[in-house]
């Protein structure tokens, strides 16, 4: 399966964004998601995922609240709302598909998008 991020760029802090994660060359009902995200400097971390019939989500703490993981398998893609962004949660954020159970941890994943720049501004 490929896989594409996009709807990042440029927030004030306090604002929203959406992610989209758009699968081709295989069904992503297929597949587990999870969305990651990578600071300057930083280790890439675990952000959100989703298990393949939308009947389990899980987040990271610090975004726990503000974001919230979906997934429309009849169309393909996966989307991560992102709400009271904060200056921190600036990265570049990845997409990651997986068979068998979601997981938390980025080397689980098989399959990975190319990621969209989130920037948000203080």
């Known amino acids: 399966v490929q896989l594409q991020a996009s709807g990042g760029g440029l927030v004030q802090a306090g604002g929203s964004l959406r992610l989209s994660c758009t699968a081709s060359g295989r069904t992503v009902s297929a597949y587990a998601m999870g969305w990651f995200r990578q600071a300057p400097g930083k280790e890439r971390e675990f952000v959100a995922r989703?298990?393949?019939?939308?009947?389990?989500?899980y987040y990271a703490d610090s975004v726990k609240g503000r974001f919230t993981v979906s997934r429309n398998n009849a169309e393909n893609m996966v989307f991560l709302q992102m709400s009271s962004l904060k200056p921190e949660d600036t990265a570049v954020y990845y997409c990651a598909a997986k068979s068998g159970l979601p997981s938390t941890v980025s080397y689980d994943y098989e399959y990975w998008g190319q990621g969209t720049q989130v920037t948000v501004s203080s």
């Open positions: 989703i298990s393949r019939s939308s009947s389990s989500t």
